[in-house]
């Protein structure tokens, strides 16, 4: 679990957390139906991490006019055990802590107050003219004059935010390509372990594992061999506003239906101007190389 600092929405457990809440809110579910999917009374986190949990949803809850008294003493007895303010002073020092209880301390200042301005459900817009389709193959030209390839892989959309998602195709040539040319050609990804318990090999030792190209490797070898791995695809995220203003660059060459367990995140980049979307295809090789990624043939991807 990543914790990136001491406020009370940091890291990944305290991020799922309220934009799950709020996912489910916003999308005009029942409080009382949310509630149940966050019972309070859990026993799978430590201290500390449930201190980040009952924050979390209590000011969630503040936020919507649903925080209650029970929830709201419940809080009041996890601030008291101090965790967060151990585990950061123990962790990044006195300094962190006392920012940690401070943080609290302003929290609770706020929560054990009456909400004055409830929240509204939100509802956000979704993109109904896209400017590409899912699996549209693009071809666009490098500022060198060379002539690359793409596939729009996902239009993803959330909250009121549309990204166009691009899978990275080996293709740097003078020569136009035209669709035909594409099956045949190569799409940068990744196979990535899957639910591979690493306690056998760590039981290796690491002068072992490290002769074997570090835990990553001996993995990721492990769930090729034993078949327990997905095979992912790396991606360039641009967003609706963004392409827009540089689509012309792009012109559609065909469609490849991928296969939609493909079309998963390996790695994602993003762009913001046609520049950066270059960049991302300068040195594909390079890229896949550093991040020990692989390589799949695309007429493998597609439906059968």
């Keep these: 679990m990543a914790t990136d600092g001491v406020k009370i929405i940091d890291g990944d457990l305290a991020n799922d957390i ?32 449930y201190e980040i949990f009952i924050t979390v949803l209590a000011l969630a809850l503040w936020e919507v006019g649903a925080l209650t008294p029970d929830i709201l003493e419940k809080v009041k007895a996890t601030i008291g055990k101090n965790a967060g303010e151990i585990s950061w002073a123990e962790s990044h020092g006195q300094k962190a802590g006392a920012a940690r209880k401070k943080e609290l301390a302003k929290f609770w200042e706020k929560v054990s107050k009456p909400n004055l301005k409830i929240r509204k459900r939100k509802k956000f817009k979704l993109v109904t003219k896209t400017i590409f389709d899912e699996d549209d193959v693009l071809v666009f030209q490098l500022p060198e004059g060379n002539f690359c390839i793409n596939i729009l892989l996902t239009i993803h959309q959330y909250r009121g935010q549309c990204d166009y998602r691009f899978g990275k195709i080996l293709y740097n040539n003078p020569q136009k390509p035209a669709i035909n040319d594409v099956p045949k050609l190569l799409i940068a990804g990744s196979n990535i372990p899957n639910m591979i318990d690493p306690t056998p090999i760590l039981a290796q030792g690491l002068e072992k594992i490290m002769e074997q190209g570090g835990l990553e490797v ?15 695809l790396n991606q360039t995220s641009i967003s609706h506003a963004n392409l827009f203003l540089f689509s012309n660059r792009f012109e559609k060459i065909g469609t490849l239906k991928i296969n939609p367990p493909y079309k998963f995140i390996s790695s994602l980049d993003g762009a913001s101007n046609y520049e950066e979307f270059c960049d991302k295809f300068t040195d594909i090789e390079g890229s896949v190389k550093r991040m020990n990624g692989d390589w799949f043939v695309i007429e493998q991807l597609l439906y059968a």
């Design 18 to 49: 309220y934009w799950g809440f709020m996912d489910m809110y916003d999308s005009g579910i029942d409080i009382e139906a949310i509630k149940e999917r966050y019972p309070v009374d859990v026993e799978y986190y430590d201290d500390f991490e």
């Design 218 to 232: 001996v993995l990721k070898n492990e769930a090729l061999k034993t078949g327990q791995y997905i095979s992912a």
